[in-house]
């Protein structure tokens, strides 16, 4: 069965360095998010992008943060500037379109850890 | 704001019972109710989503409700198993937008 993936599974970096978290989205699947998860907390939405744009942001996505689909394949998330913070699980969700098709799959998650 | 509100609190019980969850919302009706399993360190897993315009979904031993009258969903597990151990999460999606908003999800234990 398709699966999202995600790559590194662990990232860690000293802050202020610049992260790129990356994704493989299910292969016919046209709209991709990025969720987080601090630690005990609940999965917070980060952005959706759809159609070679950000469809959607949340206020946590601010200008250090920036996604992209530089090929048909890949989907990635940086981070310009990390802070201690911005520790978390990064999840990639990847949706199809059309009708009844709803459901945004995740993938297994980077785990980024900030020192 | 849009809020969902699940029972922080563990929810332990005997395999072969049947467990269930509870996921209340705030505000107007979502369209649509998605429950998710998650196990510690992994990503959320699909499990089954409901409709605003139905009663019930069900799918092999799970069954979910919406009740637009309570603000609530349930979401049930029938003749459970210690491999359905896990943080079960309930996500809301409105009709204009495309981000889903989490409960902190309920952490179901099941015993021999």
């Known amino acids: 069965e398709p699966e999202v993936t995600q790559t590194p599974s662990h990232q860690v970096t000293q802050m202020g360095q610049e992260v790129i978290l990356r994704c493989v989205p299910i292969?016919?699947?046209?709209?991709f998010y990025w969720y987080r998860q601090i630690l005990g907390q609940k999965v917070e939405f980060l952005v959706s992008f759809y159609n070679n744009e950000i469809s959607e942001k949340s206020e946590i996505f601010d200008d250090q943060f920036s996604v992209e689909r530089p090929d048909g394949s890949n989907f990635t998330l940086k981070i310009r500037s990390t802070k201690l913070e911005d520790s978390a699980m990064y999840f990639c969700?990847?949706?199809?379109w059309g009708q009844g098709t709803d459901t945004q799959y995740f993938g297994p998650g980077t785990r980024l850890t900030v020192l | 704001s849009q809020k969902i509100e699940q029972n922080s609190e563990a929810l332990n019980i005997q395999e072969g019972k049947t467990a269930t969850l509870t996921c209340n919302y705030t505000?107007?009706?979502?369209?649509?109710l998605q429950w998710y399993r998650q196990d510690p360190g992994r990503g959320p897993v699909f499990l089954l989503l409901?409709?605003?315009?139905?009663k019930e979904k069900r799918k092999e031993r799970l069954k979910v409700t919406f009740d637009t009258t309570l603000k609530q969903s349930l979401f049930h597990i029938t003749a459970s198993q210690p491999a359905d151990s896990a943080t079960y999460l309930c996500?809301?999606?409105?009709?204009?937008?495309?981000?889903?908003?989490f409960g902190t999800g309920t952490r179901l234990q099941v015993f021999p």
């Open positions: 996500a809301r999606l409105s009709y204009n937008t495309d981000k889903l908003i």
């Open positions: 409901i409709r605003e315009n139905e």
């Open positions: 292969s016919n699947h046209l709209y």
């Open positions: 969700a990847s949706r199809w």
């Open positions: 505000n107007y009706s979502p369209a649509y």
